[in-house]
């Protein structure tokens, strides 16, 4: 069975689907895997690395299995092999047009957004491990951007508070980014609507901010919330957003437009030199200015709103993906051959061209 690795194409995507360290595993278990020339050049890996780990330099493109980060072009999926498999972040929720084009292309995709947020899938929660990297840079962004120290300063010319910052929506990136603040010496609070995330927020030291709207939806996410409960939220934002000099906002609800968390109002009324950092630019941002892809200034507060933090650190944010995708590449392999087993409840989730099993 042999795996391929195309180099991504996405611009400013420097991530790769596999690393060295995963390769030479794989390779151990019998598989053959074939790198694109250049597929680790921007996450800083040579080709050598990959061919010393037991991979061969040449067209991925034809093997039985391709793993990719980001979710393949047309003209790459013309390139795929009827009856192949292919592994990544296929994004079926903003593009469900993908798994028809990856079926009539013959090919089974799996897409690692949909794999289950049990247990037993933990190893193989590429969200979680990219939404890791995303919440702690997010923070290093914060504090580059803040006029202002973060952590306390006590010197001979005086002393310096520490800053105060707020993450709006903490699952994973949230959790990471309170935990990052904390460790950079500000002073941490977090919100959510879901009321159970209140007990790990203060597990990583920080306050939970209660405004009273729950929102809980199905397999652990959030729902939308009503037109009511909305503006209740927004009201109670308004005031409590003020005083931060820190926001991170990080709050998602799957195959919607990203909450408005953070309306303009609430930006002017924070202190010139605050910042806030809008992790939810993909899907239109949680902060009504935020300018998806780019860093904006409006009312002397800086507005970042990156599309994509894991890249930024593409050596780590590749390891950790290319362990998820090893996980799962593991869990379809039945004696050295790819035969994956519908039946099983995180294959048959993460599967987004087979019909659900009977
Ligand atoms: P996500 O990226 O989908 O969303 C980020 C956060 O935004 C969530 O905590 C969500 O509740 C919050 N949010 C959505 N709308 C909001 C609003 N209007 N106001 C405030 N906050 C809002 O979340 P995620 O990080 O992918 O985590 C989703 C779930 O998966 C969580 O329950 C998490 O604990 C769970 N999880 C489970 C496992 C596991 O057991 N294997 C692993 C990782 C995550």
């Known amino acids: 069975t042999s795996v391929g690795v195309p180099r991504e194409t996405v611009t ?47 067209d991925p493109w034809s093997a039985d299995v391709v793993v990719k980060v980001n979710a393949p072009t047309e003209a790459e999926i013309a390139r795929l092999s009827p009856g192949s498999a292919l592994v990544g ?32 899938a933990q190893s193989m929660d590429a ?38 910052v707020l993450v709006l929506g903490v699952g994973v990136a949230g959790l990471q980014a309170l935990a990052t603040a904390k460790r950079l010496g500000a002073r941490t609070t977090g919100y959510d609507v879901r009321p159970e995330v209140a007990d790990q927020v203060r597990s990583v030291g920080a306050k939970w901010l209660d405004l009273g709207v729950s929102a809980v939806g199905e397999g652990g996410y959030a729902r939308e919330l009503t037109d009511d409960e909305r503006a209740e939220q927004t009201h109670r934002l308004n005031s409590a957003i003020a005083g931060f000099d820190a926001v991170i906002t990080t709050a998602l609800v799957p195959g919607r437009p990203a909450p408005k968390l953070v309306p303009a109002e609430a930006v002017r009324r924070m202190r010139p030199g605050s910042v806030i950092v809008d992790l939810a630019g993909a899907t239109g941002g949680n902060c009504e200015l935020s300018e998806p892809g780019r860093t904006v200034v409006g009312h002397e507060i800086t507005i970042a709103a990156p599309l994509n933090l894991p890249a930024t650190m593409p050596e780590h944010a590749s390891e950790l993906y290319a362990r998820n995708v090893q996980a799962l590449l593991e869990l379809m392999l039945v004696d050295g051959r790819l035969a994956p087993d519908l039946t099983d409840e995180v294959l048959a989730a993460a599967c987004i061209t087979c019909p659900d099993p009977a």
């Open 12 to 58: 400013g995507e420097r991530r790769v689907a596999l690393v060295p360290g995963v390769v030479e595993r794989l390779c151990a278990q019998g598989l053959a895997v074939v790198v694109e020339a250049g597929a680790g050049q921007a996450a800083l890996i040579p080709d050598e690395a990959f061919a010393k780990a037991g991979a061969s330099i040449g």
């Open 89 to 120: 972040f296929l994004a079926p929720l903003a593009d469900p047009g993908i798994a028809d084009r990856l079926r009539a292309a013959g090919v089974r995709g799996f897409a690692l957004e949909s794999v289950p947020r049990i247990s037993r």
């Open 127 to 164: 969200l979680s491990s990219q939404a890791n990297v995303a919440g702690y840079r997010a923070v290093l962004l914060a504090a580059s951007e803040c006029t202002r120290f973060f952590p306390m300063l006590t010197t001979a010319a005086g002393t310096v508070k520490p800053a105060s």
